[in-house]
């Protein structure tokens, strides 16, 4: 017998539309971070959260559009100090290409698509299923897409070359720290996107750049200045505020 859940799992035969569903997410989970990564790389790093930032307000414009689905005005009215926080938290020198600012754009869009259809794909799955069906998927898409942009042929090289000098037992014990904090945060975020739904994910990556900040600040002595506080004041503030008013919506509702 099966258990769902977090502590027991079996495999189990997909139907069809279950196995392309499946692909279709892997491919989508893929393509986010390929092109949240492509696209730091285009664009400054504070233009770069600042439009990410926005992904709570295009979630919103998703659920609109394709499920005519709207929200109380005072959820609309939190994104502001959301946004507004984290632009003055991450405040800094702003430059782009045009190419930079469409795939910045993009990778937005893929990564509010991404947290919608996951939380469509839980309602029949339980977070482990997802990642028991979905991670050799993106994993073999992952490495696909790194011989197109030619990474596997410039490692290939290096190592023929022996300048490739991070083979040892240090690489291999970060890569496997790497691995297990990436299974845990995928665990914790699928099963929070089930329980709390897409909108509160994307909210939750807002605090997370004003965390990360702040952790810049305590472990790295990163200078921070009055104005980049008063910023992750306002995400913070922005974040409970949201909260406040999902609770309320769903003591109105019960």
């Excluded at 977070?127 to 994993?139: C, D, F, R």
């Excluded at 810049?216 to 909260?243: E, H, Y």
Aim: charged share 10%.
């Amino acid at each position: 017998m099966r258990q769902r859940g977090l502590t027991a799992i079996q495999a189990k035969s997909l139907s069809t539309q279950e196995s392309l569903t499946l692909v279709a997410f892997s491919g989508l989970f893929a393509l986010n971070i390929a092109m949240s990564n492509v696209s730091l790389a285009a664009v400054s790093i504070p233009l770069h959260q600042i439009m990410r930032s926005t992904c709570p307000v295009v979630t919103i414009a998703i659920y609109w559009l394709v499920y005519k689905r709207s929200y109380p005005r005072e959820t609309y009215l939190s994104m502001v100090p959301l946004i507004v926080g984290v632009s003055i938290a991450t405040a800094g020198d702003y430059y782009c290409t045009l190419s930079g600012f469409l795939l910045t754009a993009t990778g937005v869009l893929l990564a509010a698509m991404k947290t919608i259809a996951t939380n469509r794909l839980v309602g029949n799955f339980s977070p482990m299923e997802v990642l028991l069906y979905m991670s050799p998927l993106a994993a073999a898409q992952c490495v696909a897409y790194a011989f197109v942009t030619g990474e596997v042929h410039q490692v290939r090289m290096e190592l023929a070359a022996n300048t490739f000098r991070t083979l040892d037992w240090t690489f291999f014990l970060g890569l496997l720290i790497n691995a297990c904090m990436a299974f845990a945060l995928n665990i914790v975020s699928f099963q929070t996107n089930k329980v709390a739904g897409a909108l509160t994910i994307s909210v939750c990556g807002n605090v997370k750049q004003a965390l990360t900040i702040m952790l810049g600040v305590i472990l790295f002595s990163v200078p921070m200045g009055p104005l980049n506080a008063l910023g992750m004041l306002i995400t913070v503030a922005g974040a409970a505020w949201f909260s406040k008013v999902e609770l309320d919506n769903r003591k109105t509702r019960s």
